[in-house]
């Protein structure tokens, strides 16, 4: 297994789009200074502005999008390479295959937050709008690794179907429906969907951040486990049976 891993991220050097995925993380932290430098600045705190840069958009929205299309791409490109085929011969199990990929996905999400909680930082302190702290660069460096860790498990419907399907217009027009229903199940219900549920208990403890009922934790974890491990099975179905899409 972790050769297999291994194998993944040493794939991803001859990948040159990855570098360029990594761009949306410093959108907000950009969009952010605009906002703030053309209004008003009074009583802007440093979690004020860390809630624009990393825990709105860039959380409820961006990540997620660069998430599905990673992998996606990833997967797809391996089909047209006939890299599949060859996987089975050796053989690779399905459900290994796609934990390698979900490995990767993992990593990079991580990796993503962290250069947005960068960023933040330097956006913010260059342009004057904040006064760093250890203790706000601490809580925000913090925040952004659970936020990469915990939200790629949201996206596991999405990566278990790219891993079915030979092209990519399917699984790319799916993550742009299934991360809206997610932004837009916020607002109401936010058990039934994967990705609402992972953000919900994201944004229970942030410092200003109102929910509109207080997050069942067992809840939201019970449907992101029935999510993931209903659509891993029906992948594994799929692929044992060679009927990729």
């Known amino acids: 297994m972790l050769s297999l891993i291994q194998t993944e991220f040493l794939k991803l050097?001859?990948?040159?789009?990855?570098?360029?995925?990594?761009?949306p993380a410093l959108l907000m932290p950009l969009v952010a200074v605009l906002y703030f430098k053309a209004g008003s600045q009074v009583d802007l705190t440093p979690i004020k502005f860390y809630r624009w840069t990393a825990f709105s958009y860039t959380t409820w929205l961006i990540l997620q999008f660069v998430l599905g299309m990673l992998i996606t791409m990833l997967v797809y490109q391996?089909?047209?390479?006939?890299?599949?085929?060859?996987?089975?011969?050796?053989p690779v199990g399905k459900l290994r295959f796609i934990i390698s990929k979900f490995?990767?996905?993992w990593l990079y999400s991580i990796c993503f937050m962290l250069i947005c909680a960068s960023g933040s930082i330097v956006i913010g302190s260059v342009s004057g709008l904040i006064e760093i702290t250890n203790t706000?660069?601490?809580n925000l460096i913090l925040k952004c690794l659970e936020i990469g860790a915990l939200l790629p498990f949201g996206m596991i419907?999405?990566?278990?179907?790219?891993?079915?399907?030979?092209?990519?217009?399917l699984p790319v027009s799916t993550t742009i429906v299934y991360v809206f229903f997610g932004f837009i199940s916020l607002m109401g219900n936010m058990y039934p969907?994967?990705?609402s549920s992972v953000i919900g208990i994201l944004m229970r403890n942030i410092e200003g951040v109102v929910m509109k009922d207080p997050v069942q934790i067992w809840k939201a974890l019970l449907y992101i486990t029935l999510w993931s491990g209903t659509s891993i099975a029906l992948a594994i179905n799929v692929?044992?049976?060679?009927k990729v899409l």
């Open 78 to 90: 391996e089909v047209e390479n006939n890299l599949l085929t060859q996987l089975w011969i050796v």
């Open 193 to 195: 969907h994967p990705l």
């Open 136 to 138: 706000s660069v601490l």
């Open 103 to 105: 490995c990767v996905m």
């Open 13 to 23: 050097k001859r990948k040159k789009f990855i570098w360029f995925m990594f761009i």
């Open 157 to 169: 419907p999405i990566l278990a179907l790219a891993t079915t399907q030979k092209g990519y217009i």
């Open 239 to 242: 692929l044992r049976k060679g």
